[in-house]
Each structure stands twice: as C-alpha cells, then as structure tokens.
C-alpha cells in the first residue's frame, strides 16, 4: 500500500514538474514520496545493519541519503519507488512459486458430506472428519480426505496429488487420497487419516521445508553475494574519494560513487538462484515428483548411475500367468480351467495369477469339491468327479520326458512353474511370472538417451529370475540373492567406481541401499508413509517413468540457473562500466538494474510451465 502511494505521489510530482513547471510543489510532492515510501525500507536497514549486514535495504537508503545530499531529490524519489518496486517484484515471484504448490491444499473441499444413521449426510468440515467416518462422494466431486472406498464403483483422477496421468479404477477397497476427482460414480469412502495427516497436506509441508533447503548452487550464490556487495560498497567509497584527487569535483565524484552503488548491488544476483529452485521444486511437486531439497535438485541432474531394485519397482511384484503346456490328455484352456478350479480356494500368491489368468481368458471355472491345502506342497480337490493336485515340480516330475522339459524351459526363462495332476498322471505344467511394468523399458531406454553410464538391478531373488529380467530390459549388469547388506555394499562400490549414483526402490526394503545412495528415490510414495519421509526424492505415483522426467525437470532448472547467473553478472560488469566513465545518471542505472532483475525473475518463473517429457496428455478412462 505504502509503495503504491509512493509510486502515485512520485508521477504526480513528474507530472507537475513536467507540465506546470511548479517547482516548489514538484518538490514537496518527491519528499512525501520519499518519506511515504522509505518508511519500511528505513526500518530494514536498521535491522540488516544491527544484525552487521548490507541488504537492499542498506544500499536503498545510503543512495537516497546520497542524492538528497546532492540535491536530487527527484532521482532520490525515484531510487524510493523503483528499488521498493523491486523487492516487491522478488516477493512475488517467490510467492508466486510458493504459492503454486499451496494452491494443492485448496483442492481438498472445505466441507465433507458425512454419512449418518442409514442413508443421511450431513455437512461437516473437514477438520471434523476422523478415521472410520464414512463421506459420500457424488460425480464429479473431490475427495475430501484419504480413505478407502467402503461402496460404489467409479474411476478416480488423482494427478493433483500422484501426477499420474490416467485416472485409476476406484471400487470397494481401493486406496484413495483427497483432492482427487471423482468420476461419473457415487462413492462411499471411508475415512483413514486426520485432515493434517493426508498425503496432500504432508506433500505441501515437504515442499515448502524443501524449498527452505539450500543447495550447492544455492549457498555459492550467498558466499558470493557475501563478498561480493562489501566489495561494491568499498568500490563507491574509493570512486567517491579518488576522484577529486585526479581534477573531478567532489559533487561530480560522489554522483557517480551512489550510481556505482546502485548499479552494483543488484537484486538480480541474489535471487538469480533462488528463484530457479524454487520454481523446479514447485514444478516438480505439481508433477508428483517430491525433491526434498536444492540440493536434491541439483544431484540429480548429476547422476552417473541408476540402480533398481527388481521387485515392485521394474516389476510389478505380483506374479501373473505366463504360459500353460499340457502334457496329458488335456487342452490348453481345460487344463487352465482345472487348475483354476483347484486354486480357487487358495489365497496364495500363484494361485491368484493362475484364477485371474483363466478369468482373462474368459474360461468357465468348474466347480472345486474337498478342496484341501497342503502346507509347502500345494492343494487339491475334485473338480467334475475327478481327483486333482497343483503343485512344485517333484523329482519324478522332472525326470519325465515332456513334464521334464517344460519344467526347465520355464525355470530358464526366470518363471515360476506348478505341476498339475490327477491321481495318476501330470496333465499340465502352468508357469507364473512377475511381470515387468509397462514403462520398465521405455524408462531405461530414456535413462541411456538422458546419458546415465550404467543401468543395473539389485535384487534378493535368485540368479535365474534376475538374470532373465536384467536380459529382457538391456540392463548393464545385475546382482542377484543379495542380502539388504550386500544390496549396501554394492551400492558404495559403485558410488566408487563410477560416481554419483541414484538408488530407486520402495523405501523400506531397501533402506540399507538407499541411505548409502547419493539419491534415495523411492516409488509409488503416495501409498508408503515410510517411502514418503525418507526418499531424497518421492516419485508420487506407481509410474517408473516419472524417473527421466525428474533428471530432465532438474537439468532443466540447472540450465536455467547458469543463464540467471551469466546475465545478472554481465550485467553489472556493463553498468559498472557505464557509471565509473559517468555514462548514465542514477534513473537511468536503476532502471537498467530493476530492467535486468525483472528478466531473471521471469526467466526463473519459466521452470513452472512444464518442460518436454514432464508432463504427459491426460486419457480419461470410463469405467462402467
């Protein structure tokens, strides 16, 4: 308010000069906007100088003591409002910043409709709402808060909270988080978290302590400005006193000393970092991409090295079928259905791949009677009067020609195989596998494009399996049935041999691995508490190729500093010139200097706008 009055008295005072040719009333229109507008300039500088620092503020205020001493109370007005005005424009641009992650919280509605006795709602805040409260959710609406879908079916856009980009299926027991957009369903949700306790409100929090968070380039930046704005100011000093040695008048020596001063300490460099940071943090949270910190930041733009764990992070840690060979008197599809039948009342891991995979394939699943879990050795029961058996190979499976042979050829190929039976003979042998995620190869092949040396996988499970997956994606080397550890071990050793390297994995099985990584990235933080506080960066969503996409934002923002940082310092090297050999006036440096500062907070502001490869075209999916 007070720079706007300013601002409005210093034009009238020009127009008045200008017009009129007043004078007197020119002149006490320029000294009430000096006083208007000094007033908290005035009082930072106290502050920066009882705490012995030279700020802005500072120089602000010894340059307007230095034209009102010449006389030029016109420019002192001028140096009020435009050296005010620039502050201003650097709050903005890191409000700006700042407040394009705050504007997240706003997505979670205000107001919740709880569900009461039957069928009633009521409207409540959602400070109100505690876990095992049950909301409803019409179409079209945002979730209030994390739960669980408790009823209905619909599909979910969470890309505000996860940055994935397709909306997932929601159903009964589907995870959820608020601030998502519900889609053409009615849901019940149950409530798991306080309101201060969401993934979105810990997502802000850890954004706005990782903005706080200073980088290499960060703290450079103020050790230079440490040395470097004494130095301007003892560089005025010497003009003001040189000078008059070599003929000039004193009059003449301490005009161009106030605009060696006020060209010299530029707003520019100081926010030429920050800014930068501050935006690529923004923009990569609005990405789901959560960087803890500059420093993160910049590392990753350095990575050398990227090693995966395996399960749940290229794969997607479920297995699924794989294939079926009969090797009885049975087809494909009827030997899959029988298995499927005799699994169907197991709750193992294989035995849900094997039901999912003959429902995929739309068969018919036959009744199962008597059926019977046998611990370590599989199930049976009878399906159309016919006593079965699904199981490990044994070791007369393996001897049998044909059951022999499919056995090894999947074992080879790193699957999982099951012998089905009946009382006398092996009628197939079904084979399982963990999948590799849809995006394991697109994000490797994009890891080799973004220059990284070595691509590898660390993983506990064995030889056979890590060796057919490390082939399947072109991966530079694996090591298999590692320990957490080993998994340690060998991340220090390659941290040795090759350099900076990145550690993606869940982050809570890996934690050993992580923690020695120079970059601890953990996948599919969204959904793992653990992953989300301890990760140097947090890959929000389930999406590996959100990986690439965080090298390219931080490379991007790396980029972007070294131009903020060139052009604020050739700049300065220009106007210093200009004002020694007494080239321009102190209106003409200022607004040169707030001229260069402007462009540096827009270049700066640029990293909000998404880069090539950050952002993908949305697929709406309808689910009925």
């Not at 599909?155 to 505000?160: G, K």
Request: glycine share 8%; aromatic share 4%.
């Amino acid at each position: 308010m007070t720079l706007a009055v300013a601002a409005v008295l210093l034009a009238v005072g020009l127009i008045v000069e200008w017009t009129i040719h007043s004078e007197p009333v020119a002149l006490a229109l320029f000294w009430a906007s000096i006083i208007v507008g000094g007033v908290y300039p005035l009082r930072s500088a106290v502050r920066a100088v009882r705490n012995k620092r030279l700020t802005i503020s500072v120089l602000l205020v010894v340059a307007a003591i230095g034209a009102i001493a010449l006389g030029v109370i016109e420019e002192a007005a001028m140096l009020v409002v435009i050296f005010s005005l620039g502050e201003a424009m650097e709050a903005y641009a890191t409000d700006r910043a700042r407040g394009s992650i705050s504007a997240l919280m706003e997505l979670a509605p205000p107001t919740a409709n709880r569900v009461t006795d039957g069928s009633q709602t009521e409207t409540v805040a959602v400070e109100e709402l505690h876990p095992g409260d049950v909301v409803l959710v019409r179409p079209g609406e945002r979730l209030p808060t994390d739960g669980v879908v408790a009823e209905g079916v619909s599909w979910v856009d969470a890309s505000p909270v996860t940055g994935e980009s397709v909306p997932v299926e929601a159903t009964v027991s589907t995870e959820v988080f608020g601030g998502s957009l519900n889609g053409n369903g009615v849901l019940r949700v149950q409530v798991t978290k306080e309101h201060y306790d969401t993934v979105l409100a810990r997502v802000i929090e850890q954004v706005e302590e990782a903005q706080a968070k200073r980088g290499g380039a960060e703290r450079f930046a103020d050790r230079f400005s440490a040395v470097y704005t004494p130095a301007m100011f003892v560089l005025a000093i010497v003009v003001a006193l040189v000078l008059p040695l070599l003929g000039f008048e004193w009059r003449e020596a301490i005009y161009r000393a106030l605009v060696v001063l006020v060209v010299s300490c530029s707003c520019a460099l100081v926010i030429s970092v920050p800014v930068s940071v501050v935006t690529a943090i923004a923009r990569g949270a609005r990405d789901g991409i959560l960087i803890k910190g500059g420093i993160y930041l910049e590392r990753l733009a350095d990575i050398k090295v990227v090693a995966f764990d395996k399960t749940g992070t290229l794969t997607r840690g479920r297995p699924a079928l794989a294939g079926v060979t009969p090797v009885g008197d049975v087809t494909e599809h009827d030997a899959l259905a029988l298995a499927a039948a005799v699994e169907g009342g197991s709750e193992h891991t294989i035995a849900s791949a094997i039901v999912t995979g003959a429902r995929a394939h739309n068969l018919t699943i036959p009744a199962a009677w008597n059926a019977r879990a046998l611990p370590g050795a599989g199930m049976e029961a009878t399906v159309n009067g016919r006593a079965l058996h699904i199981g490990r190979p044994t070791a007369d499976d393996r001897t049998d020609p044909d059951v022999g042979r499919a056995v090894s050829q999947a074992e080879a190929e790193g699957r999982t195989a099951v012998v089905l039976r009946d009382a006398s003979r092996p009628l197939a042998v079904v084979a399982v596998a963990d999948q590799l995620r849809p995006d394991a190869q697109s994000t490797i092949d994009e890891l080799r494009a973004l220059g990284i040396k070595r691509i590898l996988m660390l993983t506990g499970d064995n030889t056979t399996v890590a060796k057919s997956t490390a082939t399947d994606l072109g991966l530079d080397d694996y090591r298999a049935e590692l320990l957490p550890e080993d998994k340690s071990a060998a991340v220090l050793e390659l941290r040795k041999t090759y350099g900076v390297i990145a550690m993606v994995g869940d982050g809570v099985n890996d934690a050993p691995a992580l923690a020695n990584a120079d970059l601890a990235i953990a996948m599919g933080a969204a959904a793992t508490d653990v992953a989300l506080e301890t990760a140097d960066v947090a890959l929000m969503a389930d999406e590996l190729d959100r990986l690439p996409a965080a090298i390219r934002l931080s490379r991007r923002a790396r980029n972007n500093i070294k131009i903020n940082i060139a052009l604020s310092l050739a700049v300065v090297a220009v106007l210093i010139v200009a004002a020694l050999a007494g080239w321009m006036s102190l209106t003409t440096g200022l607004l040169l200097n707030e001229g260069s500062a402007a462009l540096i907070i827009l270049n700066g502001l640029r990293m909000l706008a998404p880069g090539r490869g950050e952002t993908r075209r949305k697929r709406i999916t309808t689910i009925t």
